[in-house]
């Protein structure tokens, strides 16, 4: 295959969708990559590393998404990307398609290969092109909520641990997956008061345990949510259904009842938000004022820590990338359960039924 690497057009989006090593294994396994030029400048990667690695210099993204069978990007194609898809085409990326009716849409109407980075599931569990963004997105809300505190911020002036003979910030986590136990990690180093929320208690059990007590567990519930995020200086929002939209879990009225200048920071705004008042925003600008709570609902947080996060990224794509570009989605899907379950839209039929339900469309189970 013709394996195409464009720059990322999302306001501030620093991530490239394959690192120079990633490169040089597709290339040994015999395809060909193009990579648009000062693609990977935003994560510290130079032209000349893809070059030495074997991948060949396109001057624009019309000629990388003109070329390529198969796309590899990081973050879901914008309408300045729909004309460039090509009928048949493999796009290899996050799509958080759910929440984005207009994209689906489009990837349908271009009849696209939709593969998407976070519905690749394994038979045995787990969401492993999700996880290391999610790592991240979890450790940086912990970062982003305590400078969000700052009164220069909107914050309530609040230092999130702190001092001898004042009271530490009050954090409530809602989500116990991967953000949440990275949100709390950072937290409870930061000496915050960490209270994490979560529907599954064979969960809440391991985090009782490998926090060691340090982090008040609760059974997340409408009573709880409403005790917990009532109460607290930071909010973090970390619930996911793969490939569905959201809940609002955090409604507006139990904002009005936090304290002016409290923080909430949605972490599942990339599929809606699970925080009522959330709508996205952008590294340029990430926060907005609203019931007089400080919102930090930025849809690509680790865009920010761009080096970290490319080389987090492509450790865990590249594996599922080169299974596709050697055998084609068709063949992969057939070998890989993980793979099958990432292709969201295929030729023109959209065959994930999580965002088909989350945007009322039909859809067909997909057939190899």
Not at 59 to 66: F, Y
Not at 249 to 269: C, F, I, K, Q
């Amino acid at each position: 295959m013709i394996i195409g690497i464009p720059t990322e057009v999302k306001v501030h989006e620093y991530r490239v969708g394959m690192v120079p090593w990633g490169v040089r294994q597709l290339v040994e396994h015999g395809h060909q990559v193009v990579v648009q030029q000062g693609a990977g400048l935003g994560s510290g990667i130079k032209d000349e590393a893809y070059q030495q690695a074997g991948a060949r210099i396109l001057s624009s993204a019309d000629e990388v998404w003109g070329v390529a069978d198969m796309i590899i990007k990081v973050k879901e194609p914008l309408p300045v990307e729909y004309p460039r898809m090509r009928e048949n085409q493999i796009v290899y990326t996050y799509f958080h398609l759910a929440p984005v009716p207009e994209l689906t849409t489009a990837v349908l109407e271009r009849k696209i290969i939709g593969v998407a980075y976070e519905t690749i599931a394994p038979p045995g569990g787990g969401l492993p092109c999700l996880k290391p963004m999610s790592e991240v997105a979890g450790r940086m809300a912990i970062q982003v909520a305590a400078r969000s505190l700052e009164k220069e911020h909107g914050g309530k002036g609040l230092l999130l641990g702190g001092v001898p003979g004042v009271r530490r910030a009050s954090v409530t986590i809602i989500g116990g997956g991967v953000v949440g136990t990275n949100a709390a990690k950072i937290a409870l180093g930061m000496g915050a008061s960490v209270t994490l929320l979560d529907v599954d208690l064979g969960r809440l059990e391991y985090l009782d345990h490998i926090f060691q007590g340090a982090v008040q567990t609760v059974f997340s519930n409408p009573v709880s949510i409403e005790e917990n995020v009532v109460q607290a200086d930071v909010v973090v929002g970390a619930v996911l259904i793969p490939g569905a939209k959201a809940p609002h879990l955090v409604t507006r009225e139990l904002l009005r009842r936090m304290e002016p200048g409290s923080v909430v920071v949605d972490v599942a705004v990339d599929q809606g938000g699970c925080i009522e008042t959330c709508r996205p925003t952008t590294h340029e600008h990430p926060t907005f004022v609203e019931e007089g709570v400080v919102h930090y609902c930025v849809a690509n947080m680790p865009g920010a820590v761009a080096h970290t996060s490319t080389l987090a990224l492509t450790n865990t794509t590249l594996p599922y990338g080169i299974q596709i570009a050697d055998l084609g989605v068709e063949g992969a899907a057939r070998r890989s359960p993980a793979i099958f379950s990432g292709v969201n839209v295929y030729k023109g039929t959209l065959v994930y039924e999580a965002v088909a339900t989350s945007q009322g469309r039909t859809w067909e189970p997909l057939t190899l």
